[in-house]
Each structure stands twice: as C-alpha cells, then as structure tokens.
C-alpha cells in the first residue's frame, strides 16, 4: 500500500486556513454564491457592502470568511479573478502571478506548488478499462466543497466534487465508476484522507514528499495532462497552446476533449488553462469552482 512518510491515517489538526467538515462545506457555499455575484457584477466592482449584502452575510464575517479562505479581502478576491484581469493576463503576456502583484500582493512562489510525481499504468491497463484495479474512495470537506478522492495502491488516482444540485456524493461516484467502469471500488475514507490532507493543505507542499499520482487513459490524453501538470502556481496557459506543446498543432480539438476528462481536479490543473480571450470557458466542476481555485491560489501565493 502506498504510505507517505510522515504520513498515517490517524487524525491529524487541521491548519486554521482550512475548516473542516460542516463549516468548510458551509464557508464554500458562502464563497460560491460571491464569486457568482462577482462574475456578473464585475465590471461594476462593487463594494463591500454590496457584495456581502448580495450572499447575505455582514462584511465583518465575509472580510473574516475571505482572509481564512483565500489569504485575501473581498476586495483582493474580486480583483483576482475577475475576467478583465484574466484578459489582461493573455493579452500581455504576463501570468497570474503579475496580476497577484497587481493587487498588491509580495513575496515568492514556489516553482511547482504541489512537486507531484506521477506514473502512467501500462497500456493494457487501460484498454481492459480498469479490469483488475482495486480502487478505493472517499469524500472530504476541501475549499472548493465537497470532495471525492480516489486512489490505488499506487498513488492518487482520481479527485471529483460532489455537490448538492448535482446528485451529490452518488452523482460524483458514478462520474469515477465510468471512468474505470471494470474496476473495483471500495469505500474507505481512512485510507484517502492522507491524500485529502496532501492536496489541500499548503503547508504539507513539500518537495521532498511528492505526491504519486497514477494517470489511467490513453497514451494522448496522458501527454495532456503531463503538460497541464507543467502549469505552476499563479500561471495561465491558453487552450490553443497545448496542442503546440504536445507536438499535435491540429490536434486543438482532441485536446480540448482531453482537458475536460481530466479525472485528477486541481492536482492536475486544468482550472488553469483558459479560453483565447481570457475568458475562463470550460470546466467539467464548474466554472464558479474554476473561478473559486484561481482566486484561493492567488491567496496561497499572498502568504508565500
């Protein structure tokens, strides 16, 4: 069984930044409902009291919320992820890196934020659909809701979200089992709360712990997603230049398809890749989610 090194599967506190169960669920649903008021309302910037009044709480509990969240004000956070500055970002060449800058944020990023080391399984594996693989899973409160992780013996294999008006946790499973539909699946949230852990906790980003994540798909689709993982923290990459990347420039189609099954959320970062024209099209989660990453990134980066 795979096993980290300083890591068990006993409960371990949890850092101040990331709330767990209930109130993580409750503190996502709050940030769900800003960030859609933000994308609608963006060109206006509203205010503080505007945007809290729009989700229902007090500026106090929504600035406190925010800071906890992302490492940001609610202001910071508008200015983050709004689609202007996700233009700006392509049209001038620069990253969101520069945009966090922008916004009055310092300090240095780490080159590759979660040092991820990864394995494709043998091509068999693949064609006999999961036949034979035994994987097991769990949900766990994250910043971006409710989630569903998945893994082999040999590393994460699989991160999905489970929201409510969707199905829930049935409708995120059922995403995973069609994805490996000859493959055993077994609960076990003790056994995937380490990665849980691994993933959401910035603090447990370390390079010398990588995380081992088993990519099962076809030999394409896995050059894809290597070259999403090359993506770093506070950078944006367009989907018109994956195809150049992956030696396939006609391939913009296929490659698109690609970064829409990518069955690992957030570990392999498709949430960063964005439309030509800044706009942050496409996301198997959703776009609010995509949108709530790359703000929460830019927080990650704030408190480098």
């Known amino acids: 069984m795979l096993s980290f090194a300083t890591e068990d599967c006993q409960p371990v506190p949890l850092p101040q930044l990331m709330p767990t169960g209930r109130a993580a669920l409750t503190d996502y649903e709050t940030v769900r409902r800003m960030i859609e008021f933000i994308s609608t309302e963006y060109r206006s910037q509203p205010s503080l009291a505007e945007i809290a009044e729009a989700v229902g709480r007090s500026e106090e509990t929504l600035t406190s919320l925010l800071k906890r969240w992302a490492g940001l004000t609610p202001k910071g956070f508008l200015q983050a992820v ?11 060449g620069a990253s969101l890196l520069d945009a966090a800058y922008e916004v009055g944020f310092s300090g240095p990023s780490r080159l590759h934020d979660l040092f991820v080391k990864h394995e494709a399984v043998s091509p068999g594996d693949y064609k006999a659909r999961g036949q034979g693989i035994d994987l097991f899973y769990g949900f766990h409160p994250t910043p971006f809701g409710l989630s569903i992780v998945v893994a082999t013996e040999r590393g994460l294999a699989g ?8 199905g829930g946790e049935a409708t995120a499973l059922d995403d995973m089992r069609r994805r490996w539909p000859k493959a055993r699946f077994t609960a ?10 691994r993933i959401f906790e910035p603090s447990r980003w370390q390079e010398d712990q990588p995380l081992q994540v088993v990519l099962i798909d076809t030999d394409f689709e896995i050059r894809v997603w290597q070259t999403l993982l ?3 923290l506070g ?10 990347r992956i030696g396939a420039p006609k391939a913009a189609r296929a490659v698109g398809a690609a970064v829409g099954r990518n069955p690992v ?3 392999v970062p498709c949430h960063r890749v964005l439309g030509k024209s800044g706009a942050l099209t496409g996301y198997h989660w959703g776009i609010t989610r995509k949108r709530a990453m790359l703000g929460w990134e830019s927080g990650v980066l704030a408190r480098e």
Do not use: C, H, K, W
Not at 188 to 197: E, L
């Open 188 to 197: 076990d949230a003790m056994r995937t709360a380490p990665f849980a852990r």
């Open 230 to 232: 090359q993506i770093p």
């Open 235 to 244: 950078s944006a990459t367009s989907y018109s230049t994956i195809p150049e």
């Open 82 to 92: 709004t689609l202007d500055n996700a233009r700006r970002l392509l049209d001038d």
């Open 265 to 267: 959320s957030f570990v």
């Open 159 to 166: 991160i999905g979200f489970a929201d409510p008006s969707d």
